[in-house]
């Protein structure tokens, strides 16, 4: 038995790590934009990248160290991905770290922003060397990596066990939906001080990405940039791990629900609920068949309760189904049942109520078989346009 | 040898074809949307349908005929797409076509329109007995199949062989785009006097679709009532199966640019030229990803050469693929090459000078292969959004 409480404050509150986030000039404005995560031990570290063919020089980066490296140091910056930018890419990484006082092991960087650039390395050595690593900065070091997000996000929790004690684990992110290959890739850094092994990071960041940061969809696209990390210093010396597990999909579906809220000019927040489909698979590919259609996206974002693109979706997407099986609601209001015509004058004006809402579900019962999935989406409109017509200015 | 010929006017003008649009009272304001093909002898027909798992009604009814079986009507109404409609919505058609006094053998039916409403029964036949057989007026056709559409389309050739025997062949189509499962469908007739064989038709029909209408994107979403009918009453006693196929390319060429034109507020039409994959899939897979991407689309909008979009798509779709053999193009500027940095004030500029014409070639040359693929793709923009937030009213 454990508990998990969702505590106030930063992930910075966990003992030994040290973040901030200052301007170096990259944003105009003097804008937050360079931004660190140091600690003051050697931490175990765990990734999750981007599927992109094209991963950023800062993923590749990382992959030439040895595969149980540790490290004390994530330099993070944001405006500029440092993707497709060659064999000079990577060699820039190691020239701004070798730059640096700081007595680095093994150096992570990360970065978001315009694909196709060099790094101003020049102006992130100045801006680095004016870090200070005794700085708790966790609200600094959100803002600093944002780029089309509206706010930042972060979120964190306390996880008592059974006999009393207790470690913590807390997050910041960016990014406005899994979106955004240009400016606005998805980046989550995870600080836990739980006594967690090596072969347990990996395993429980990939079984929980499947349902939240893979489940969430703004327009589709994958970055070149998109990473999850997990840092681990072991200082509470205490670990659970069905407890681990249970918080850390937590922090992962609280960074991803933030994501999809502030996806680019989004209102409003949509769970995708495929129920009783043929297979597990099925129910994934029609859930995020739903939250990736324009047409779908489109219609939240008019209000109107069009039920025919739902099942026109789901009919697209070449799942096993039958229109005399398929029932759609949205939140407990049934607009679809089974071929039978319900939606009349009354069903439409409720199921109109639930769409002005700010979150609710869209929940399509297959009927043939018994596998679920739920993905995470968002409505489209002006403003989504708006921001990506004019992204690099 | 055979010789090619636009010509003016419509279908109409091949012998033996009858076609007229009305106002039947589906749309408001009296306008057209009730039309008919009417064929003085019995056609030979073969379609192409959607590959939707929930085929609209008609759909249905269609493929409950003989294989082999030949037609002299098609009924086509805007407005409703009989579409989730369940067996009423196959019983309606037969309501319809049974209350008519014409000749009729083996009518089919074509809607497209709001998915998930029973079709107004009694106003198509009242508008249907109106008809007027005799009639060639294949403009006000093409204008009572428009949903969303901004312009009618049209086409037509005649094909003159070595002998100095012809046949015609034309088409009218409604679709802006492969898009809009709820009100805009894309539906083609085409209308041919060719001596064509019946196993020609269907072969002819799929070799052509792959690059014509499945190659193109304004939303990458797929509709339950899409159709492409090819009609061929054989009056010219005229066949040659290379002009035939030439010339039925050129027919559904030419639609398949007018509805990506016609995107939904579109103002560019784009080729997604992807050169050099590894296999033909590969080139398909990628260029659709292009046509399809929602960051590329309003990149397009924003007359933003911002390349990174298109590599990151390239890397995204997962093909084969090096960014130090990938050059990208947009018309003849390069703006990436093989991981170079060319990306300078000069370029941009003259990259941003394509970007403001209505019509113009990406190229993605992959530089790991000899397979090539064209995708046909348009911008999307605030007016996208418009007329699919507010679509049903």
Chains 1, 2 share one sequence.
Not at 105 to 119: E, Q
Not at 297 to 306: R, S, V
């Amino acid at each position: 038995m454990f508990t998990i409480l969702p505590i106030k404050g930063l992930f910075d509150q966990i003992e030994g790590f040290y973040c901030d986030g200052i301007s170096a000039g990259l944003k105009a404005n003097n804008a937050l934009d360079l931004g660190f995560i140091y600690s003051d031990t050697l931490c175990e570290v765990e990734a999750i990248f981007t599927n992109n063919k094209f991963q950023a020089a800062p993923l590749k980066h990382y992959q030439m160290y040895d595969k149980n490296f540790k490290t004390n140091f994530v330099l993070i910056n944001s405006k500029n991905a440092n993707a497709l930018t060659g064999q000079k890419g990577i060699e820039n990484i190691d020239t701004i770290f070798s730059s640096l006082d700081f007595e680095l092991v093994n150096p992570i960087m990360s970065s978001t922003g315009v694909i196709g650039n060099h790094l101003p390395v020049e102006k992130i050595i100045a801006g680095a060397k004016k870090f200070d690593l005794n700085s708790k900065n966790a609200h600094n070091l959100s803002k600093a990596i944002m780029t089309t997000d509206a706010y930042s996000k972060t979120t964190m929790y306390e996880v008592k066990l059974e006999d009393g004690s207790s470690f913590k684990i807390g997050a910041v992110a960016k990014g406005a939906g899994m979106i955004n290959p240009n400016l606005a890739t998805m980046l989550c850094f995870i600080c836990t001080d739980a006594n967690i092994p090596k072969e347990d990071m990996k395993e429980a960041l990939l079984e929980n990405s499947e349902t939240t940061f893979n489940a969430i969809s703004v327009d589709g696209d994958t970055s070149t940039n998109d990473t999850v990390l997990l840092l681990s210093n072991k200082k509470s010396n205490v670990y659970d791990k069905d407890a681990f597990k249970e918080v850390l999909r937590l922090v992962m579906h609280d960074m991803a629900m933030l994501m999809v809220s502030d996806g680019e000019g989004a209102k409003k927040a949509v769970a995708f609920e495929v129920l009783n489909a043929a297979s597990y698979e099925d129910a994934q590919i029609a859930a995020k068949a739903l939250s990736n259609s324009l047409l779908v996206k489109t219609a939240l974002f008019g209000e109107d309760p069009n039920f025919g693109r739902i099942a026109s979706t789901i009919g697209a997407s070449r799942v096993v189904s039958d229109e005399n099986k398929l029932v759609i609601s949205y939140n407990d209001v049934i607009v679809y049942n089974k071929g039978e015509f319900v939606f009349n004058e009354q069903i439409e004006q409720e199921a109109a109520k639930v769409l002005k809402n700010d979150k609710f579900k869209i929940i399509c019962d297959l009927g043939v078989g018994k596998y679920s999935f739920t993905a995470y989406g968002c409505d489209l409109g002006y403003e989504y346009v708006k921001i990506n017509a004019d992204y690099r200015t």
